[in-house]
């Protein structure tokens, strides 16, 4: 069984960076799509990024859309999120999930079967 770890998040300033981690263990990330989501207090958790098993299908939400990339690296078994001009409304618990279904490319929260604990996120102004 697949086991996510999420890590980078912290405490910024409005308009600065900082890169998430999505470290898989138990078993290769490789072969799935990833997908970074978040979510803040009294609001349903939101799609923002994901990515294909080969890094090259990539979605956004229109809202982070110029700002985050998100990327892969199989050989580390590791999805990142590199989140750039920062701005307080990015202030949220960021997930990561995998999606086992081969092949498939979804921005459904439903569709994605392992999920990590979170890690904290807060942009000030």
């Known amino acids: 069984q697949v086991q996510l770890a999420e890590s980078g998040g912290g405490l910024v300033q409005a308009g600065g960076s900082l890169r998430l981690s999505c470290a898989a263990s138990g078993r290769t990330l490789s072969s799935y799509t990833v997908g970074w989501f978040r979510q803040t207090p009294g609001k349903e958790r939101e799609f923002v990024a994901r990515?294909?098993?080969?890094?090259?299908?990539?979605r956004y939400t229109d809202s982070v859309k110029g700002r985050f990339t998100i990327s892969r690296d199989n050989a580390k078994n590791t999805v990142y999120l590199q989140m750039n001009s920062l701005k307080p409304e990015d202030t949220a618990v960021y997930y990561c999930?995998?999606?086992?279904?081969?092949?498939?490319?979804?921005?459904?929260?439903?569709?994605?079967?392992?999920w990590g604990q979170g890690t904290q996120v807060t942009v000030s102004t």
């Open positions: 999930a995998a999606d086992q279904t081969p092949g498939r490319l979804t921005e459904s929260e439903s569709e994605y079967e392992l």
């Open positions: 990515i294909g098993w080969n890094g090259v299908y990539t």
